[in-house]
């Protein structure tokens, strides 16, 4: 499962500090590029269910920041 290529958004330009994916067997692997030890997995439609809800701003709320 090691040899798939890290790919990030290009929203984050150079900057160190992003998601990175990639997609091995079906199975999507996120992690952070300055956490990379940590990855989470999940299968591809639950991703996409992920992306879907995001594009529809479902997770606004989580982004505001209060006090």
């Given amino acids: 499962m090691r040899n798939a290529t890290w ?3 290009s929203f984050s330009g150079s900057n160190a500090d992003c998601v990175e994916m990639r997609a091995i067997a079906g ?3 996120l ?3 300055d956490e990379g030890d940590v990855i989470v ?3 591809a439609p639950n991703f996409a269910a ?3 809800g995001a594009k529809a701003g479902e997770f606004d709320r989580l982004t505001t920041v209060t006090g």
């Fill in 50 to 52: 992920l992306l879907q």
């Fill in 7 to 9: 790919q990030k958004s």
């Fill in 27 to 29: 199975v999507i692997e």
């Fill in 31 to 33: 992690r952070e590029s």
């Fill in 41 to 43: 997995r999940t299968t």
